[in-house]
Structures are given as C-alpha cells and as structure tokens.
C-alpha cells in the first residue's frame, strides 16, 4: 500500500551530516515534526556498522572507523559541538596505535593521511549508534519519524511545497526539504536511479535561482573515490602477537607498500565477544576493477590473504590468517568526493526552502566526517535565520 505522509521537515540521508542536523533542528524547534528518510537498514552512511545476520554478536564500523578533527580556523560552533559530544561521553580520545608500514628498502617520509590529522575521536559505541545517540539528545516525544530502506527517486516543488517519491511509490510533503546526500544533484543520479533529468533540475528550471544553478554547476564538476572494504570476520583462536588491550589498532602502509598490496589502511576492531574484527580498506582503482571483473570471488578473496600475510610476515604484533577466517566484501559505489567542492554560501535557498548538507561542501574538512558535522552546524544556522522563523516558535 502507498503511503502519503506530510512534515514540517524532510532530511533526505541518514548519516552523520542529517543526525547532526536533524539533532540541532530539534533542539531550536521544540514542536515541529521532521521525517528523515535513509535507502540503508539504519543510520550512518559513509560511517556506519555492519550488523551481519551470519556473524551475530560482531559490529564491525566499515567506513570511518574513526574521526579527525582539524578545525585549524577555530571555528567556535565546531568546536563547541564536539565539547558538547565530549561531555556527554558520546565520543571520546582515541588513543588507539598507529602504525605506519613502510617498505625496508624505500626512504620515505611518513604520509600524511587526510584521516589522521588534527584530534582523533572514537564513538563510545559503534558508529551507527553514534549517529543515532546524536538524533536521541534532542528528540523529546519521538519528533522524528525515521524511514530506513526508502529510497527517494523524484522530487517536486509546487506552490511552496515539496512533494518527495520514494522507489515503492511513498510519498512525503512537506514546506522544507534538506538534502544531506547530493545524489539527486548530481549526475550519477542518472544512471544509479535510472533516470533521464537529475531530480533537483527537474524541480527547479535553470534560472528560476541563480543559488541552485551554481550549486548544480559546481556538482557537475565533481567527482568521487569509488572504495572497496573487507570485512575480515577472524576465528576464535586469533588473537595478536603481542599483548595489547585497546579497542582498536591501525596500520597504514605508506604509498610503495599500498602500490604493493593494494591496501590503503587495515583497522583491527576488537569485538565485545573479544574476537578481533579486521577491516581493510582499499582505493586502488586496478583493484577494484579487478575485484568488479572477477568471475570467482573466491580467488579473489584468497588473493586478500595472500597480500594480508605477505604483507605482515614477521611481523612483531599481526599472526597470519589461515583459510578459515571469514571474510565479507563491502563496495561503496560513491565513497568520497573529490575535485570541486562546493562553496559553503549556497547551502540555503531561501526561495526554494531547501538546505543542503555533508561532507561534499568546501573546507578542510571535505570528504571527511570534520566537514559533514561543520556544514550541518552551519546550515542550521542559516536555517535559523533564513527560513523567515517559520519554524521556530
Ligand atoms: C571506506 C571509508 C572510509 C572512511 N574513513 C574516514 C575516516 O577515517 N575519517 C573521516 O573523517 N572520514 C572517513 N570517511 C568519510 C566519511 O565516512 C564521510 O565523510 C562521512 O561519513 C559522510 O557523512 P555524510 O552524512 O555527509 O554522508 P553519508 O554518510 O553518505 O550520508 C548520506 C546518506 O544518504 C543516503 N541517501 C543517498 N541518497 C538517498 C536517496 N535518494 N534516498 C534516501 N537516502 C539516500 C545514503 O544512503 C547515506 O546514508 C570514510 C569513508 C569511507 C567510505
């Protein structure tokens, strides 16, 4: 059965960017009802946890593991945020190992990863849940109405008011509209949602805004790193070397190694039934085609642990793999934007009632979780002041 549901606000995407701001939304609008609506099974995106049915009791965070922050400028409502998630024990210091792996015979400087700059937060609980805990501190009297495995294919705007259609045919109303992902804004909507117009141009007509055409035109230039993840789910017996009881411990292989084995990071993940998770990231584009072209995804995953134990024979810390650790293969069709970022003053359109949100805006903290929160935090300010106080009491 269809369904027809109606708003005071919409946020498409449920990662962290949309918690953020659904979160700090609530805070300033004590009455207003919002939906979020999310394609996955839960929420946060790009830094989410895999809750595997087969492998029960094991949370795995398969995109950022983690999170940096730079905030080099001193941005005052940055860093009062992650005081704020800092005294309510969301997240704390992450005083994990870092491991550079570099290649005995090639001198060469440490790289200087866009992932380990600045402070490094750990989420007190999986990253999924931090998402969550966000949305939780401010949604008194259940206000937000969460839609998971709803994916928005068609957006409408007439007489001031959005008109969003999911791919079974919901349909959601609502006077403002904020969109955390850029999908339906950029061009590999088309081919993705298998459609002929980008649904935010079909919308709103070229020069209707002159904010939204620059909006489009800046997403047209940009582009993304397609990511491949291995969830390495090990068996009973492994355990490290070495003694070490911290949460998690990462190893990051300097370029040579990386052209080498193909990884870019391996994060072990120590699990509450106190197995140890391993994930391992890789952005090596032959890789990927090859892992995409592979008839027998067997072999390719004996290739993972042949590179694995090749990679850590020796050793001090890592044991090898054997064949019957269990591995699942993640593929993240649009992981990190890259190229043009887009500038931060075309975040709201007034005209329009709609804001934008995420990690694609411009700044340092682009492609990374630091720019997902800053540009919520800013759009809700622009909110604020920008939506003729329709929505504040
Ligand atoms: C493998 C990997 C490792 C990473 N490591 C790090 C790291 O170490 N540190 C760091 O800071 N950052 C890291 N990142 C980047 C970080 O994950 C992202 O910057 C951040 O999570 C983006 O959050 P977001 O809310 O802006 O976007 P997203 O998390 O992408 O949220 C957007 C959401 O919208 C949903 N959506 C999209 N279109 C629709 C639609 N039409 N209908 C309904 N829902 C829709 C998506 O499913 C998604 O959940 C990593 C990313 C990946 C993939």
């Not at 928005?152 to 999911?166: A, C, G, P, Y």
């Not at 990071?265 to 032959?286: A, C, M, P």
Request: with cysteine; net charge positive.
């Amino acid at each position: 059965m269809k369904i027809n549901f109606s708003y005071d606000l919409l946020i498409i995407g449920g990662g962290i960017s949309a918690s953020v701001f659904a979160s700090k939304h609530l805070q300033n609008n004590i009455k207003k009802k919002i939906a979020l609506i999310e394609v996955g099974r839960g929420l946060g995106g790009r830094s989410s946890t895999r809750i595997s049915k087969r492998f029960k009791g094991w949370k795995l965070n398969h995109g950022a593991p983690n999170f940096n922050i730079c905030n080099s400028k001193g941005n005052l409502l940055l860093k009062n945020y992650i005081d704020e998630l800092l005294e309510n024990k969301f997240i704390k210091v992450d005083d994990s190992e870092l491991i550079f792996l570099c290649d005995e015979n090639k001198l060469e400087s440490v790289k200087k990863s866009e992932f380990i700059s600045g402070n490094s937060y750990l989420s007190s609980f999986s990253m999924s849940e931090l998402s969550q805990k966000i949305i939780d501190l401010n949604n008194f009297n259940g206000r937000v109405d969460l839609f998971f495995e709803t994916l928005i294919v068609d957006l409408k705007f007439n007489n001031n008011e959005w008109t969003l259609t999911s791919m079974n045919g919901d349909i959601f109303k609502s006077k403002y509209l904020i969109c955390s992902t850029n999908l339906l804004s950029h061009k590999r909507s088309l081919k993705i949602l298998n459609i002929d117009k980008i649904p935010l141009r079909k919308a709103i007509p070229i020069n209707e805004d002159k904010k939204i055409d620059l909006l489009l035109n800046f997403l047209d230039k940009q582009l993304f790193i397609p990511r491949l993840t291995f969830l390495i789910y090990t068996n009973e017996n492994y355990s490290y070397k070495d003694f070490y009881s911290r949460k998690y411990r990462y190893f990051y292989l300097k370029k040579s190694l990386e052209n080498k084995y193909k990884f870019e990071r391996i994060i072990f993940q120590l699990q509450e039934n106190n197995k140890l998770g391993i994930v391992v990231h890789t952005k090596n584009i032959d890789f990927i085609n090859s892992y995409v072209n592979s008839k027998n995804e067997d072999l390719f995953k004996q290739k993972i642990f042949k590179n694995f134990n090749t990679l850590f024979e020796g050793n001090p810390s890592v044991n090898k793999l054997n064949a019957n650790e269990e591995i699942s293969i993640m593929k993240w069709r649009a992981s990190q934007p890259t190229g043009c970022a887009v500038p931060l003053s075309l975040q709201f359109s007034r005209k329009y009632q709609i804001g934008f949100c995420g990690d694609w805006f411009e700044g340092e903290g682009f492609g990374r979780i630091e720019g997902s929160i800053l540009s919520a935090l800013l759009l809700e300010e622009k909110f604020k002041t920008q939506s003729n106080n329709f929505l504040s009491i």
